[in-house]
């Protein structure tokens, strides 16, 4: 049995927001991120008619799941495949439409514990950082080859690093004498590039260009700004779709996702409201949630989750 642990984030207020959509009988819950299977095994355990397909890109993880959730066969699906793939998934399975998805997004415990991973810069191992962890560069790869002006791009607006040019100088420089392999190098030349007084606060000064390089080795925005669209277009009138995100960047993309289809295209002065532009999403939360206190000090993984989520309630123009 896998010796990996998955303390779902927010997981009854996931719950509690899919409740209307996936409790009658039939339903199929999407969940586009499956790990290792936390979320899932907690709904099919709740909700015992209903129908999960489980989709990760990750190879190992997905392994794990399906040992974890064997006991509730034939009422899980397994996909191989990146969350932008939903559509296509689901077409292989012959639904045509579900009734609830959800995204737990960011890295899994067990891609964050298993240090020949490389995606934790608080234990030296190998710059890799691939979420399928077969295929595509690394971020040893981005390091050692992306020029100046697409290293400091990457680490200014996906690791929201204000010293984005110090530290890709440093890298460059630092690169020219040994090619990087490790994570420890890196977050030695990092931190030098940093100034002290901006160190002293804030936690490891790496974590802002270990952020980057993942997002940047994995094309995870890129995907999620295709796959939140590809989603909604697979909800069933009144499905419901919950976003657990982990930073403003996909929280940004998710915000904007959902606005476009909650908000009318009729200037308000109109008297009437074509049915073409009415919205066809309904937002289920106030902005994004977080995490109690409570839950925070039990799982440090939801420290800084912002939660999002909509009910469809009529087509899309």
Same mark, same amino acid.
């Given at each position: 049995?896998?010796?990996? !642990? ?9 719950l ?45 993880a997905l392994?794990?799941s ?61 710059l890799?950082?691939?979420?399928n ?7 040893? =790869?981005?390091?050692?080859t ?83 669209p590809?989603?909604? @277009? ?16 996909? =929280? ?13 295209? !009729? ?9 073409? @532009? ?14 109690? =206190?409570?839950?925070?000090?039990e ?19």
């Open positions: 049995m896998s010796t990996f !642990t998955h303390v779902p984030v927010l997981r009854q207020r996931c509690d927001l899919l409740s209307p959509a996936i409790s009658a009988d039939g339903a199929v819950l999407v969940d586009a991120t499956l790990g290792l299977g936390g979320h899932t095994e907690s709904a099919l355990l709740e909700f015992p008619n209903l129908r999960v397909v489980g989709i990760d890109r990750d190879p190992e392994a794990h399906q040992e974890r959730l064997a006991r509730f066969a034939p009422r899980v699906d397994f996909a191989l495949a990146v969350y932008d793939e939903i559509a296509e998934v689901l077409a292989n399975l012959s639904i045509s439409h579900v009734q609830g998805i959800l995204f737990d997004l960011g890295v899994s415990s067990m891609q964050i514990d298993k240090d020949e991973r490389g995606f934790t810069y608080s234990r030296n191992a190998p890799d950082m691939r979420m962890g077969t295929s595509g560069q690394t971020a040893a =790869d981005v390091v050692n992306y020029d100046y002006a697409n290293l400091a791009r990457i680490l200014r607006e996906y690791g929201e690093e204000r010293f984005a040019s110090r530290v890709a100088n440093a890298i460059i420089r630092e690169r020219e004498v040994e090619p990087f392999t490790t994570s420890d190098r890196l977050v030695t030349v990092v931190r030098d590039a940093i100034p002290a007084a901006t160190r002293r606060t804030g936690g490891n000064p790496a974590k802002r260009t270990f952020q980057a390089l993942r997002i940047e080795v994995n094309e995870e925005l890129s995907v999620l700004e295709r796959a939140i590809t989603a909604l @277009d697979c909800l069933d009138m009144d499905g419901r779709i919950v976003v657990l995100s982990y930073h403003s960047l996909e =929280d940004r993309i998710v915000k904007n996702s959902f606005r476009l289809g909650t908000e009318s295209k !009729t200037p308000v002065d109109m008297p009437f409201v074509p049915e073409s @532009d009415k919205p066809w999403l309904k937002l289920l939360t106030r902005g994004s949630e977080s995490a109690s =206190d409570v839950e925070v000090s799982n440090s993984r939801a420290t800084s989750v912002r939660l999002r989520a909509a009910q469809r309630v009529g087509v899309a123009a």
